[in-house]
C-alpha cells in the first residue's frame, strides 16, 4: 500500500460527459502528480501540484484541468470526453518537489468511455 | 527526440538468474534523476531504485542495481536472483527540472516473464 488513495477506481461514461478524479497524496506529502496511461500513447506525464500551487504542466490538453486543496487532496477534472480518453489515470505524490524525490503511485482510476 | 528509451519490449529470464534491463535517456540539464517503477500486472506503480545525475556511485536496492553510464547517458536496471513475482512491466523515467518545478518522462516500458 503505497500510502496514494485514488476515487473511484472505475468510472464508465459516455463521449461529451465530465468526469471528476480524486487524489489524496501520502501523509505529509506536499507534492500532487497525474499521469495518463493509455495503450497507445504509454505514461504521460499530465501536471504537478505543490501545497496547492501548480508547478510543472507536461501534456495534458485544454480539456483537463486539475487543482489542489488546502487540504492536499487533488482532483483531475475531464471534460468533453472523447473515445480517445479512455485511460488508466494515476496520482502520485511525493514529499516536496526535490529531483532526487522518488513519487509514490496511487493504484489508478481506469476511465473507460463509451 | 524521445527522452527515454526502452529498446526491448519484452524479456525473458529462467528464475534465479540476473537480467538487464535497458535504459537511455536524452537530457541537455546537468541536474536530473532516474528512476525504475515496475507496473505488475494488477496495475499498481511500485517505485524500484533512484539515481541522481550527480552520484558517483551506482545505486542499489536490495537485488536491484542500476548501471549508470553517465557518458552513455544510460541507466540499465539489474536484477540479480530472479523470482516469478519479478514478472511484470518495467518503466524507466527520468525527472528534469523546469522553471518552477520539475517535468517527467516515462519510457515505454519492457515486459519481464522469468520462466520456473
Known amino acids: 500500500d503505497s500510502g496514494v488513495t485514488q476515487t473511484p477506481k472505475h468510472l464508465i461514461t459516455a463521449t461529451g460527459q465530465r468526469v471528476t478524479l480524486r487524489c489524496s497524496p501520502r501523509?505529509?506529502?506536499?507534492?500532487v502528480y497525474w499521469y495518463q496511461q493509455s495503450l497507445d500513447q504509454g505514461l504521460q506525464f499530465l501536471i504537478h501540484?505543490?501545497?496547492?500551487?501548480?508547478?510543472a504542466k507536461g501534456n495534458i490538453l485544454e480539456r483537463f484541468s486539475a487543482q489542489q486543496f488546502p487540504d492536499l487532496h487533488s482532483e483531475l477534472n475531464l471534460s468533453s470526453l472523447e473515445l480517445g480518453d479512455s485511460a488508466l489515470y494515476f496520482c502520485a505524490s511525493s514529499p516536496t518537489g526535490l529531483l532526487n524525490q522518488p513519487q509514490h503511485f496511487g493504484d489508478g482510476t481506469r476511465l473507460s468511455i463509451l | 527526440a524521445q527522452k527515454i528509451t526502452q529498446t526491448q519490449p519484452g524479456m525473458f529470464v529462467q528464475e534465479k538468474e540476473a537480467v538487464t534491463l535497458d535504459c537511455t535517456y536524452d537530457?541537455?540539464?546537468?541536474?536530473?534523476?532516474l528512476f525504475w517503477y515496475k507496473q505488475p500486472s494488477s496495475g499498481e506503480m511500485i517505485f524500484l531504485i533512484y539515481?541522481?545525475?550527480?552520484?558517483?556511485q551506482n545505486a542499489t536496492e536490495g537485488r536491484y542495481s542500476l548501471n549508470f553510464q553517465k557518458a552513455r547517458k544510460s541507466a540499465n536496471l539489474v536484477i540479480s536472483a530472479s523470482q516469478l513475482g519479478d514478472s511484470a512491466m518495467y518503466f524507466c523515467a527520468m525527472r528534469e527540472p523546469q522553471n518552477t518545478g520539475n517535468q517527467f518522462y516515462f519510457g515505454t516500458g519492457t515486459s519481464l516473464t522469468v520462466i520456473p
Open positions: 539515481q541522481g545525475s550527480y552520484d558517483q
Open positions: 537530457t541537455s540539464d546537468p541536474s536530473y534523476g
Open positions: 501540484y505543490y501545497n496547492g500551487e501548480e508547478r
Open positions: 501523509s505529509g506529502d506536499l507534492s
